[in-house]
């Protein structure tokens, strides 16, 4: 059994992921999948953070309604930080084994 962590914004509810996400699964069907949306600001607009992110958990939770509309299982769907960069790190730092 995999765990896999999506990162998307823009794609988190097209159906071409949730194609993907079903290809996965027909290969591991314990397959996990968390979904991470990066609170991406919109371009030259002024925003505070808290907005952002308020934004990204709503598109997380819209697009894990749409994934399991879709057939999908999201075990857990959350914003991520403003960088994408940063989003998958500061994700993931919190599962690693001890000593990593």
Known sequence: MARYLVVAH?????PELARKL????SRDPEARFVLLVPAVP???????????????????????AALEAQGISIEEAKPGDVSPIL??????????????
């Open 22 to 25: 079903a290809e996965l699964r």
């Open 42 to 64: 919109p371009a030259g607009w002024v925003y505070e953070e808290g907005e952002i992110q308020r934004q990204a958990k709503e598109e997380a939770e819209a697009a894990k």
């Open 10 to 14: 823009r794609t988190a509810k097209s």
């Open 87 to 100: 989003a998958p790190d500061l994700t993931v730092i919190p599962h690693r084994a001890p000593g990593t």
